[in-house]
């Protein structure tokens, strides 16, 4: 019995105990390829990196900095979200090629477009640099200094270690900075546009259905990257011609099912799976709360006049979206931390790990890092909730534009101040040129209405000994008025006329306009009241983490396997196709078909409207070769990959290695997976590929693009 037993749990445990992680490619031999297969792996993990011969990793590159995308063919084809090459789709539209709109699709290579600025970034080899970078780092006592020199370190070292010259070192650190990585890359800055959905298919559910599933959106856009005759990156030039990767992905229309192995390769941006639970509590109750309620009133006030204002609804369109995208996600976080328990579990971990401190007898290197976490983050809370006040009302451009652009004046004016006239001319030009931009998307009166709410809930609610004189016992529609009726940030007329002149002028008019000293008396207060104390506790912090992360790998036993925070490096994630009950009573099944965009459907809606062509060819049953065993066409599916904000557009394989998907999105209930993984409710969500190669097929009739794909209709027989 007790064999059996033992049995059962050798066998059942690995697949059963897989617990999120995001891996480093490099390193997934020693740590991950056991459980890999175990899952149902058939492919090694040289074949997914190898420093030698071409491997996955070569079919993956960042896109633009920000998502992930992947080869799909010997031709440079590539293929990311929808959402990923919005800006690019968004700037080659026009009233009279509306392809956002009505899509775009190249049927030649000619008439492809080229994309200003886009570039992606394939990775030629990683190397572990993490000696060097710590190089006379271990002797020196202030926090402050030690991080000054580590930067130092890797300034010189991403100059000096070998590359080609076309070619960059990037120096990446992980675990907290217990280990830095060398990432030799290349940037490929000549990416055209190739096709693309309309919104309509590539943006379906839009808003209402963002971080929700069941999901039926289409979300797949396809770009061609190019380079010079030698093949190596290049500017844009008529002569270049179309990159051969290394490696590109075989596109399987075979089909998957429930408890399918799956792997998703991409450069997820943050986490933060090692916070003590003194900072998880603090996200919890205090930051992430104060997030959600500015950007309930910004949301409120932006969508009735979209409701009621046509011009204003599109004027709007882009940043309600970006607001509401992480509003949303972060509502989802809250309830996800409270029903997994994350604080329980955080807590716990923190017991277990006391004990393990004493059995090892190091107390004095790690006893007192719990303690000091405590007293710290208690210090901190009021300074870090200050400063997300901060962020959101005027630091960053999401929710109020007028603080925000007063904002960026006092930048300027600090610029005169600190580094002289030139350096002022230089930053008002590239401001002014900016600020076109920004004026496009910007409507006082709306503004103002938003400014009113957010101003109150800033008097209010964020800690008030660091607020500036300015605002003490205001009433805020009587500020409203007065602000917005005086100043000239109101419009890029305004604006234009306080930035004519020297830099003595422009700071002298600057300086008697009501909305400039309003953000400059904001401002200030926060650079002297918030600023230096948040920073000062924060690098205690930092440091404590950085202890914390160290131990928590010497203590851990080795079947642990630890992965370190994203950081947008190039991560393996793996896992199966799993439905998930979010509630009681409620499952969700892994897959979405086309019948669930008919049910959505709802004619002229600017979310759930379906193109003619896509209905027609739902009632003609015209699937071509992309339905499943039971005629129906697959949308989307869920898996228990662990992703985040950076693994858009990133590749979903099988167990072979071939495409089956391209992720896109997480569902709500899980998307505290950046602070806390939790099997049971956490999933990513990914577009099939048979939807993307329906689409491009039989909706927009490019056959030019599917005769460049190698299509797997059959299971592979890769002899081992
Ligand atoms: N939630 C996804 C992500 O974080 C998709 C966002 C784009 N879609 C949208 N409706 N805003 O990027
Ligand atoms: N939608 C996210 C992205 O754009 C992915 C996620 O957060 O799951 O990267």
Redesign the pocket.
Known sequence: MKFLRLLLILFVLPTFAQQGGMWIPSLLKGMNETEMKNLGMKITAEDIYSANKSSLKDAVPQFNGGCTAEMISSKGLLLTNH?CGFDAIQNQSSLEHDYLTNGFWAYKMDEELPNKDLYVTFIVRIEDVTTKVLEGVASIASEAEKQKKIQENIATLSKTLPKESWQENQIRTFYDGNQYLLFVVENFKDVRLVGAPPSSIG?FG??TD??VWPRHTGDFSLFRVYADKNGRPAEYSKDNIPYTPKHFFPISIKGIQENDFTMVMGYPGRTQEYLPSYAVDQIMTTIDPARIEIRNHALKVQDGFMRKDNAIKIQYAAKY??T??YWK?WIGEVKGLKKSNALGAKQKFEKEFTDKIAKAGKQAEYGNLLADFKTNYEAITPYALAREYATEIFLRNSNMDLLNFGYKLYQLEQVYNTKGEQAFNDRKTNLVNAFEGFYKEFNPTVDKAIFEQVINLYVTKSPKQFLPNSLNNINSSELASDIYKNTKLTSYEGLKELMNGDAKSVIEKINQDKGYILAKSIAEAYEKNVLPKFNELNLKNIASQRTYMKAIMELSPKSARIFPDANSTLRVTYGKVKGYKPSDAVTYSSMTYLDGVMEKYVPGDYEFDVPKKLIELYNNKDYGQYADKNGKVPVAFIATNHTT?GN?GSPALDANGNLIGCN??RVWEGTMSDIYYSPEICRNIMVDARYILFIIDKYAGAKNIIDELKIVKQTPTKKK
């Open positions: 959402h943006k839009s808003d963002n971080w979206a970006s509401a995208n996600k904000g858009s896109f999105d």
